[in-house]
């Protein structure tokens, strides 16, 4: 099956600053990549997807890249801000039904 | 639009007892999904409901886990008898037409002693 990898685990950064979560797959047939925030005692919210066939998407300070060819895709937020601190999950599928996601990251942005 | 609702919102048993958990997804979402979220990790499929009918549920420890969705609406997921590796978060999501589980519930927190 789909293995999920996501780096880092933890990330601390200072406010407007820029964040950047990494996550590599490892199913090559995995075509459809949404991304998650999870705030403490909350349900994951999907905040971004890309599918294969799209190299980049950009929602105002969230983008996710995607590279086909290595296998990884990332989640880059700019100017960050305090009500981003959260935790962050990105997810693989090829079915659309069944979802991998990673371990997650938990990012601490410092006012 | 009212969210994923889900009930109770924490749960606190001994081993080998039993336990249910109830979802009621956002109105009109025909895609109903639960999932198990241990601590520090992401979220695993459990069972995906399609209306009523089960889609996928590989990864359900049918020997002591079971679900149901009657009427396509409301779900229930019990564990019977319960382990201690089964202290999670259990979250039910559902989807409209859209591709990905889009609105999750709070989740119900298990503690198993």
């Known amino acids: 099956g789909e293995n999920v990898e996501q780096h880092p685990s933890t990330l601390s950064v200072q406010e407007g600053d820029s964040a950047v979560i990494k996550c590599t797959y490892s199913?090559?047939?995995?075509?459809?990549f949404p991304w998650y925030k999870q705030e403490l005692g909350k349900g994951p919210q999907l905040i971004i997807d890309i599918r294969s066939n799209v190299g980049e998407k950009k929602d105002q300070r969230i983008a996710v890249t995607l590279n086909k060819t290595a296998k990884h895709f990332s989640l880059h937020i700019t100017e960050t801000q305090p009500e981003d601190s959260a935790v962050y999950f990105c997810a693989a599928s090829n079915t659309g039904n069944q979802f991998y996601f990673g371990t997650g990251t938990s990012l601490t942005v410092i006012p | 639009e009212a969210g994923v609702a889900q009930s109770p919102r924490y749960k606190i048993i001994e081993k080998r007892q039993s336990v249910a958990f109830w979802c009621n997804p956002i109105?009109?979402?025909?895609?109903l999904y639960w999932y198990q979220q241990i601590l520090g990790q992401g979220p695993k499929l459990l069972i995906q409901?399609?209306?009523?009918?089960?889609?996928?549920d590989s990864q359900l420890p049918k020997d002591r886990f079971s679900a149901e969705r009657l009427k396509g609406v409301d779900s229930t997921l019990k564990i019977q008898p319960a382990k201690l590796e089964d202290s999670a978060v259990y979250l039910c999501?559902?989807?409209?037409?859209?591709?990905?589980?889009?609105?999750f519930g709070p989740g119900t927190r298990l503690t198993v002693l």
């Open positions: 199913d090559s047939a995995s075509n459809y």
């Open positions: 409901f399609q209306n009523n009918g089960v889609v996928d």
């Open positions: 109105s009109g979402h025909a895609t």
């Open positions: 999501a559902s989807r409209p037409g859209s591709l990905a589980p889009r609105y």
